[in-house]
T-cell receptor, first 112, second 115 residues
Framework: AQSVSQHNHHVILSEAASLELGCNYS??????LFWYVQYPGQHLQLLLK??????LVKGIKGFEAEFIKSKFSFNLRKPSVQWSDTAEYFC??????????FGAGTRLAVHP | KAGVTQTPRYLIKTRGQQVTLSCSPI?????VSWYQQTPGQGLQFLFE???????NKGNFPGRFSGRQFSNSRSEMNVSTLELGDSALYLC??????????????FGEGSWLTVV
């Protein structure tokens, strides 16, 4: 069955620290992968997406992710986090048509 | 342009009742999908509609149903509510499929509490 897993459920960082959130997918065929962010009290917003081509994908707000096919991974990175990055981050894969299969999410808390 | 709009934003229902949630997609979007978000189960796909046809369905009991109207607006209904149905219900819309480069946009959700 198709699945997406996120390694860390809670991450606590200080401002200016580097961030890497893990995501692994388990399904074959065409791979479309996404990272969404949910800020407190706000709706899910797309950070970045991968369809094909360059495995290093750049998104909004300084985030990037690298698709590594051999490791079935799509990890999210940011070189220097800010307090405003405090949010919940979701990795997702396409499950056909417009169905998204989400990972469990990672709650990130950034302390000033 | 206006985003995905969901109504009502908050509601409280009693076990055994039914509830209808409404979603207005972004103008021009013909695909509407629904998700349930709970602390324990995370984000789970309910179903997706495109031009009034259900194209995909998640693993939820038959108490969960939906429909889409000719103007692309969508409703979902939950009958015989159970305490475990308490959740944030999210609606999302898209112009087309992600494989074609389209983005799926989410609404702010409807918070349902079953007591």
């Amino acid at each position: 069955a198709q699945s997406v897993s996120q390694h860390n459920h809670h991450v606590i960082l200080s401002e200016a620290a580097s961030l890497e959130l893990g995501c692994n997918y388990s399904y074959g065929g065409t791979v479309n992968l996404f990272w969404y962010v949910q800020y407190p009290g706000q709706h899910l917003q797309l950070l970045l997406k991968y369809f094909s081509g360059d495995p290093l994908v750049k998104g909004i707000k300084g985030f990037e992710a690298e698709f590594i096919k051999s490791k079935f991974s799509f990890n999210l990175r940011k070189p220097s986090v800010q307090w405003s990055d405090t949010a919940e981050y979701f990795c997702a894969g396409s499950g056909g048509y417009n169905k998204l299969i989400f990972g469990a999410g990672t709650r990130l808390a950034v302390h000033p | 342009k206006a985003g995905v709009t969901q109504t009502p934003r908050y509601l409280i229902k009693t076990r055994g009742q039914q509830v209808t949630l409404s979603c207005s997609p972004i103008s021009g979007h013909r695909s509407v999908s629904w998700y349930q978000q709970t602390p324990g189960q995370g984000l789970q796909f309910l179903f997706e509609y495109f031009s009034e046809t259900q194209r995909n369905k998640g693993n939820f009991p038959g108490r969960f149903s939906g429909r889409q109207f000719s103007n692309s607006r969508s409703e979902m209904n939950v009958s015989t509510l159970e305490l475990g149905d308490s959740a944030l219900y999210l609606c999302a819309s898209s112009l087309g499929e992600p494989s074609s480069g389209n983005t799926i946009y989410f609404g702010e959700g409807s918070w349902l509490t079953v007591v």
